[in-house]
């Protein structure tokens, strides 16, 4: 099949692709094409031709899904925050599972049996209590526009609400358009503070409250499971996890490289009384060996929390190579995280217990994950 820039097909959706896009066939060439289900029949436009696939936008929906729904969001389509609000939302979380599952397979060599049901939020919209908008000149419009990118082009889609943000950041928004910023290009990031947590500005917390206690949950189970005694909370931020643990070890050490976050942990640790612990600003490689050989490797646990890149080469050999009891592992982007645990497992010497899945971004083709992890004997 030989398809070209503007060509008009009609295909039926056979799958889901992890990122958010609906993958069909013409004569067996993978066509990719937003906001669909699996199921569906389309008529679609290819806005791209590569080698091994293109990309189309759709045009019409022909056969709908049983699945589909009207989206929320006035914005949806154009803004590219979301990609899932036409899904109905149990079927939303089926389709991560499976894209987790997928994906794992393929770039961890990972059984899908370790992958569990997601754990749904408790509030599919209104969840975000950070979001970062961006103002931008409309030349053609003579005006400056304020939103987010949109979901086709790297353009700004002017915004007056966000439906997956909690209400006080559309009260937020709704104050940056009535006073714009002086020019185009300026981010402006707005968030509504954890309630008796310490977080300076440009430090990292949950964007999810409402499913942020089964996180928790989740991560002092696993804990629990592995039988240590002793913490390393690597990229520990504001410190949240060792002090939300801190009672199911008898001693734990956060590390993270950025001091003001640092400041911030201790400064939690006290407001809560956790006197068991402590926070090193310092380079986790710089620190790891040390911090391994203080606690006996077997009785201690790691968890880490990088950010969206995954972790450094250096911290994993770190891991293989000090081989802590277990390591728990929490991440917000799948892909890297299946490319460390295959890393961490190669040769044996990890063992991947189970992964847990939170829906803490609905709506959205982004999911957080919780690995356990166990040294092999």
């Known amino acids: 099949m030989s398809l070209k820039l503007g060509d008009l097909i009609t295909l039926t959706i056979h799958d889901l692709a992890f990122g958010g896009e609906g993958v069909g066939r013409i004569d067996e060439f993978v066509v990719f094409v937003p906001f669909v289900i699996p199921g569906e029949t389309v008529e679609a436009e290819i806005t791209e031709v590569k080698k091994n696939f293109a990309r ?6 022909v056969t709908p899904s049983p699945e589909r729904v009207t989206p929320e969001c006035r ?27 997928d994906l ?15 754990i749904p939020c408790p509030s599919p919209y209104g969840y975000r209590n950070r979001i970062m908008i ?33 209400s006080a950041l559309n009260e937020q928004i709704r104050h940056v358009r009535a006073n714009p910023p ?36 989740t991560v002092r189970a696993f804990l629990q499971a592995g039988g240590a005694r002793h913490l390393i909370d690597l990229y520990c931020g ?18 993270e490289y950025d001091q003001l976050a640092i400041k911030a942990a201790r400064q939690n640790a006290t407001i809560r009384q ?53 390591v728990v592992y929490v991440s917000c982007h799948p892909a890297t995280m299946a490319r460390d645990l295959n ?11 189970r992964v847990q899945p939170l829906d803490m971004f609905p709506q959205t083709q982004h999911v957080e994950c919780v690995a356990d992890l166990r040294r092999r004997n």
Do not use: M
């Not at 503070?193 to 928790?216: D, I």
């Not at 497992?345 to 217990?353: H, I, N, R, W």
């Open 238 to 255: 504001v410190g949240f996890f060792g002090i939300e643990a801190a009672n199911v070890v008898d001693s734990f050490v956060g590390v």
């Open 56 to 61: 189309a936008k759709l045009l019409r929906v």
């Open 274 to 326: 956790i006197t068991n612990g402590e926070f090193i600003a310092a380079k986790v490689e710089e620190v790891l060996p040390e911090l391994l050989q203080k606690f006996s490797p077997e009785k201690t646990s790691v968890i880490l929390d990088p950010p969206r890149k995954g972790c450094p080469p250096g911290t994993l050999d770190l891991l293989r190579q000090t081989r802590p009891g277990q």
């Open 343 to 353: 890393i961490l497992c190669a040769d044996g010497v990890f063992e991947l217990s």
């Open 134 to 166: 961006r103002s931008q000149w409309n030349g053609p419009a003579k005006k400056l526009v304020i939103g987010f990118i949109r979901a086709d082009n790297n353009f700004v889609e002017d915004i007056e609400e966000c439906k997956i943000a909690e």
């Open 182 to 217: 002086p020019k185009g290009g300026i981010k402006v990031v707005l968030r509504v503070q954890p309630e008796n947590w310490e977080v300076p500005e440009n430090s990292f917390f949950q964007n999810n409250f409402f499913l942020l206690p089964k996180l928790v949950e």
């Open 104 to 118: 794992f397979e393929r770039i961890g060599k990972i059984s899908p049996d370790k992958i569990q049901t997601l």
């Open 75 to 101: 914005y949806f389509g154009g803004c590219g925050g979301c990609q899932y609000q036409h899904i109905d939302y149990p079927a939303q979380l089926r389709f991560k599972r499976k894209q987790i599952a």
